[in-house]
């Protein structure tokens, strides 16, 4: 275990009285690692932080699973001295204030996308258990629930679920069937646009709000006053304020995709229903979003009429399906999403914004999180040039250029 954890943080890190930390010290009996994203500059997080420090207090002095648990602190603090009075409130350890590069690859792996931000994973394998940490420092404060690992879709939504009519339909209804789970806020106006059936769960103000939202809405939702229902689905799928947002399961309650809105967006007429994930996508701009998930290829074309992308497509999606079929095979989130832009204004607004030159064709890496990229300068692209390209970014022996 030690081993992993090292490769994943390093061999030191540091605590708040400026002491290294060996991580092989971590403890033997460590079986889950909580990974803290956060910033002292940002007023959730010090929200967040006194609550954790609570939690972390109560689960280290009473709790049985105490030498199982431990939490590492990943800063985006670009001044020293205040990660360091920060750092100063936390009864953990942190990873060192100059270690850039690790922390951006942290935020890249587990798909960090906002702060404060709680990521349980395996301390022996690094695969998440629980991405929404916020809430279980919210909802088991008692740490009586560890190691907190997801429960099936089916277990976690059991119970009554309302229709607008107010009639109730018990979740087993849902059994055999394709589900969406979308999670919606009436104050944001993005969610209106998104229209799917089975249960959703919606964020509210006042049980009034809800009513009045919820009754433009044909499909199930889960019942205003069950709060905690709603809490466990929002754990469940690591929902943290990031609304609209639409999951698709199988019908084994298995996720699909989390870009269930993107796809609705793109396939008003669901052709490609259920919307498996595929290799490689056009780039358009509702699914630009997705450029800032982690690190993504895009392959620029001088493609401007629909249908002239494909030869791009074709040409990038063999090692694309590989490492696809690689991760999944890990267990693992694909570290890499796979684009193809044509001649647009979605593709020139990016270009623009990452200060690409307007060649055609233009292999790259963006990696937005770090604000770097990565231009492969050939005079012709090949399905080896982009497999070595991609191979040599995996294995870190790019060297970035700043967005």
Not at 17 to 29: C, I, R, T, Y
Not at 68 to 74: C, D, N, P, R, T
Not at 123 to 128: I, L, Q, W, Y
Request: hydrophobic share 40%; charged share 25%; with cysteine.
């Amino acid at each position: 275990m030690s081993e992993f954890l090292v490769d994943l943080l390093g061999e030191r890190l540091v605590n708040g009285e400026k002491a290294e930390v060996d991580v092989h010290a971590l403890g033997s009996k460590l079986s889950l690692l909580g990974l803290y994203f956060g910033c002292s500059l940002n007023g959730p997080c010090k929200q967040f932080n006194a609550s954790l420090c609570e939690f972390y207090s109560k689960f280290k002095k009473s709790s049985d699973h105490k030498d199982k648990l431990e939490i590492v602190f990943i800063s985006s603090d670009q001044d020293q001295k205040q990660w360091q009075d920060f750092l100063q409130e936390m009864q953990w350890p942190a990873l060192p204030f100059k270690d850039r590069h690790k922390k951006m690859k942290l935020w890249n792996k587990y798909k960090v996308t906002s702060i404060p931000s709680l990521v349980f994973i395996d301390a022996a394998t690094g695969k998440v258990v629980c991405r929404n940490g916020l809430l279980v420092v919210k909802d088991d404060p008692k740490g009586l629930e560890f190691p907190w690992g997801p429960k099936p879709f089916a277990e976690v939504v059991a119970g009554p679920l309302l229709r607008n009519n107010r009639q109730t339909t018990d979740s087993s209804a849902l059994e055999g069937s394709y589900v969406g789970v979308y999670f919606s806020a009436h104050w944001v106006s993005a969610c209106v646009t998104v229209k799917i059936e089975r249960p959703c769960v919606l964020c509210c103000r006042s049980e009034e709000s809800f009513t009045q939202y919820f009754s433009e809405m044909p499909w199930l939702a889960v019942p205003y006053t069950d709060e905690a229902r709603r809490s466990r689905l929002n754990r469940l799928y690591g929902i943290q304020g990031t609304y609209p947002t639409l999951i698709l399961l199988d019908t084994e309650g298995h996720m699909i995709t989390r870009q269930g809105r993107v796809e609705i967006l793109n396939d008003p007429d669901c052709r490609l229903f259920p919307w498996h994930p595929r290799p490689v996508l056009e780039l358009s701009e509702s699914n630009a979003v997705q450029l800032h998930e982690g690190p993504c290829l895009v392959l620029f074309v001088d493609a401007e009429e629909e249908g002239e992308l494909e030869p791009a497509k074709e040409l990038i999606q063999p090692i694309a399906e590989k490492i696809m079929a690689k991760y999944k095979a890990k267990e693992e989130e694909t570290p890499l999403l796979f684009f193809v832009a044509g001649e647009d204004d979605m593709s020139d607004s990016l270009r623009d914004y990452t200060n690409l030159p307007e060649a055609a064709p233009l292999l790259t890496i963006l990696d937005m999180s770090a604000r770097a990229k990565y231009v492969k300068d050939v005079e012709e692209i090949t399905p080896a040039v982009v497999e070595q390209f991609v191979n040599d970014f995996l294995a870190e022996k790019l060297k970035p250029e700043p967005i």
